[in-house]
């Protein structure tokens, strides 16, 4: 038997008992979902009748305040991987799951220091707008939509496969067939609230689940701490002890400590995430929903505070799943460790009372939100990125009307969340966290310095733009695709095969430096000179919003 | 600009020309924004990344170090963790400090002289 189909059967049979364990609650879990599902497609429709030209679609009229976008900031970013992947590592590896935490953290002053402000004075509706400001558009325009498209995909395979795993496992459904039944009602769902809200509906969507995420979240924690009389020191020792880890469950180690090649694997992870934030198309799409740069500035603020808040509530999550639940039922729950959250509310509340099934249903309710908000953030940035970018400025040369733009975004969006669906049926298995890191990997390497040095540096030139977004993009990409990440070892999306040869899991540390590198290299290599008088525009405008939209 | 204003109108205010811009860019005034947010930003930025890879770095090859407790079960590794939530909170708030004190007067006043078109 190979041990491909050794592993789904085992998870298979596991998937089961805690199903059981979970579909006596199944008619209060799915009424949550229901309301959660009714109410946004109420704001979804309530927005989609206010949005009227390209700037309602794209950027919800550039109306929102610098705390209302803050949020909405958050709710776009606190993925299920945050959630659910981070809670779960803590569970499983301790110290090394919040090392996630900090670099996805950290990574906003990127984002605030130097990119936040410029992008907002000087773009209209996508990262594109920005690259291609002084160079050739047709290239540039659709380098940058390639990379969107890509980071976007990747972030929503994460995705998911999240959904897939734990709506299956919270409804107690087993069967391949019913998972991806799950997927496809996910993707449906993305699809509707893109393409009739547009902006304006997922900035509320997002805004929606931020509050609910936050309002768990502080729930679940303050429930773990009274347990523990606030005592965070015996929290963690108990942690340490149930886990039978002991001391080093504490200590950094355990998931990456093991050899050279993950210590270096967890290098190349925290470039990645520090540097990844600032080139994520669909956080940079979000500073154009507020009217000028200072907003854009003041939600990142917003944000930081919110996302760090989060943060530190998830190490209590982590180390409370980890000092309640012993670790075989967590990881018999689901191998990666994502679904517990969820069964820390489970038993925090009691497996057997009310209260715990309540628990339960309001927490997966929670992760059900915010698997929604995010996919559609994604899925807004992509069919932007299409619509706008290579729709609107390559295929029809910049003379598109902005019907004709709105509605090959409308489209596109249908177009990719068919995509979405498909990908995100082939992916339920692995840590969701590990695949957004991925994504992070690819927007640091493509997107990130391109947009520094289109910014930053006077020279810069349409083949350095072009060599740094393909260069980042396809190293990082390459070396995904011959990581083990999928194929050659247990825990991959082709675990039967193997034609790894990268040994990292994440390529950041090679893709991030080359994309750069790139960027220079086809700078002084290019034959042609640097538009001087766009610079200028771009740059006086940049810093200070001089005819900013 | 309070963060509350009124929403920018559909119509356009007044575009200056290229030349304008570029004039803009040589002049002593922009200059100095452009030095006000390079010589804060750039600086700050290199220097709470190597903040951060050192404290990816010790928690790869310290490992001893980053295991000692401090008091009961909290060690050095979770302090060192914390510290990089409490930095990351404080170079925040001093951005926004800087911005709203040295680079939003200035580049106000530009953006008004080259919108009103002169």
């Known amino acids: 038997m190979s041990p491909a189909i050794t592993q789904v059967q085992l998870a298979a049979s596991e998937v089961q008992l805690a199903a059981n364990e979970a579909s006596e609650h199944r008619p209060l879990i799915i009424s949550l979902f229901a309301a959660f599902v009714i109410a946004t497609l109420f704001i979804t429709v309530w927005a989609g009748r206010q949005t009227k030209d390209a700037a309602d679609f794209y950027a919800g009229g550039r109306q929102f305040s610098a705390f209302q976008n803050g949020l909405a900031v958050s709710g776009d970013y606190m993925s299920a991987a945050s959630f659910l992947g981070i809670a779960g590592a803590i569970a499983l590896f301790g110290y090394d799951g919040f090392l996630y935490s900090i670099g996805f953290l950290v990574a906003w002053l990127v984002a605030l220091l130097l990119v936040a402000e410029p992008l907002r004075n000087s773009g209209r509706y996508t990262m594109g707008d920005v690259l291609a400001y002084r160079m050739r558009q047709r290239p540039v325009r659709t380098a940058a939509g390639t990379s969107t498209i890509v980071v976007s995909i990747f972030y929503l395979l994460a995705q998911m496969a999240g959904a897939g795993v734990l709506v299956s496992l919270l409804l107690g459904i087993t069967s391949d067939a019913g998972k991806i039944l799950i997927v496809a009602l996910v993707g449906v769902l993305m699809i509707v609230y893109v393409s009739i809200g547009g902006m304006k509906g997922t900035t509320w969507v997002q805004m929606v689940k931020a509050v609910l995420l936050i309002g768990g979240t502080i729930l679940i924690t303050f429930l773990v701490l009274l347990k523990f009389n606030f005592n965070i020191s015996d929290l963690l020792g108990t942690a340490a002890e149930n886990s039978g880890k002991g001391a080093a469950f504490l200590e950094p180690g355990l998931q990456y400590g093991a050899t050279g090649t993950t210590k270096l694997d967890f290098i190349s992870l925290g470039i990645a995430l520090v540097l990844g934030t600032a080139g994520l198309p669909h956080i940079l799409i979000r500073f154009y929903t507020v009217p000028n740069a200072k907003a854009a500035r003041k939600s990142v603020n917003w944000a930081i505070g919110i996302i760090g808040g989060f943060y530190l509530m998830t190490i209590a999550l982590g180390f409370g799943a980890a000092a309640l639940i012993s670790q075989k039922e967590i990881t018999d729950s689901n191998p990666s460790g994502n679904t517990a959250a969820p069964l820390l509310a489970l038993h925090l509340g009691g497996v057997d009372s009310a209260w715990g099934a309540i628990l339960l249903a309001v927490i997966s309710a929670v992760a059900f939100a915010t698997i929604l908000a995010v996919v559609a953030g994604l899925t807004l940035a992509s069919s932007s990125s299409f619509a706008h970018d290579i729709y609107a400025n390559v295929i029809k040369k910049g003379k598109a009307t902005e019907k004709e733009e709105v509605r090959a975004a409308r489209l596109a969006t249908i177009g990719i969340g068919a995509v979405s669906i498909l990908l995100g049926s082939l992916a339920r298995d692995l840590n969701v966290a590990g695949l957004v890191a991925l994504a992070f990997a690819v927007a640091a390497s493509a997107n990130l310095p391109t947009i520094l040095y289109s910014l930053f540096w006077k020279r810069f030139t349409t083949q350095g733009a072009l060599w740094s977004i393909y260069g980042g993009l396809i190293v990082a990409v390459g070396l995904v695709l011959f990581s083990p990440v999928v194929s050659g070892d247990p825990k991959a999306m082709f675990p039967d095969v193997d034609f790894a040869w990268f040994p990292l899991k994440n390529p950041g540390i090679i893709s991030i430096p080359f994309g750069f590198l790139m960027g220079w290299l086809g700078t002084v290599l290019s034959k042609e000179e640097p538009d001087t008088g766009k610079y200028a525009e771009l740059e006086v405008r940049s810093l200070t919003g001089t005819g900013a939209h | ?118």
């Open chain 2, 1 to 118: 600009m309070a963060t509350d204003a009124p929403p920018p109108s559909k119509s356009q205010p007044h575009l200056p020309t290229t030349e304008e811009f570029v004039e803009v860019q040589e002049s002593a005034e922009f200059g100095e924004l452009r030095r006000a947010h390079r010589s804060f930003a750039f600086p700050l930025t290199v220097g709470f990344i190597s903040w951060y890879l050192l404290y990816v770095l010790l928690s790869n090859y310290a490992g001893g170090f980053m295991g000692t407790k401090l008091f009961g079960n909290i060690n050095v590794a979770l302090v060192f963790g914390l510290a990089q939530f409490l930095t990351t909170f404080l170079i925040a708030w001093w951005y926004e400090r800087h911005s709203s004190s040295k680079l939003d007067p200035k580049a106000h006043a530009i953006k008004t002289r080259m919108e009103g078109g002169e």
